[in-house]
């Protein structure tokens, strides 16, 4: 079993940043895939970023590549998203996932196991 708290969500201007931490319990935390997702009122799930085991493959939706970087610390059981050149578009509930598997399905909501309570970020212009 996991559990998820995701923190540092907050408000920002257009063009600032943010760090978003998950930080997980459970000692086998290093053994699951981890994914971030965001979601608007009346929307889907929306995937974000995800990374694989070991911190060796990340996966990035287009509406965030290069602007936004998912990395872990296995030894403090805690996957970041550093993002970086916020947009109004990219104000949303983020939360983190985790996943015994996703496979090559990283991108899909239903293949995470786990989820954390969520952590709001609003950016204006």
């Known amino acids: 079993q996991v559990q998820l708290a995701e923190s540092g969500g907050g408000s920002v201007q257009a063009g600032g940043s943010l760090r978003l931490s998950c930080a997980a319990s459970?000692?086998?935390?290093?053994?699951?895939?981890m994914g971030w997702f965001r979601q608007t009122p009346g929307k889907e799930r929306e995937f974000v970023a995800a990374?694989?085991?070991?911190?060796?493959?990340?996966y990035y939706a287009d509406s965030v590549k290069g602007r936004f970087t998912v990395s872990r610390d296995n030894a403090k059981n805690t996957v970041y998203l550093q993002m970086s050149n916020l947009q109004r578009e990219d104000t949303a509930v983020y939360y983190c996932?985790?996943?015994?598997?996703?496979?090559?399905?990283?991108?899909?909501?239903?293949?995470?196991?786990?989820w954390g309570q969520g952590t709001q970020v609003t950016v204006s212009s």
């Open positions: 459970g000692r086998s935390f290093s053994t699951y895939g």
């Open positions: 996932a985790a996943a015994r598997n996703y496979g090559s399905s990283w991108y899909r909501a239903d293949k995470y196991d786990y």
């Open positions: 990374i694989r085991l070991g911190a060796g493959l990340t």
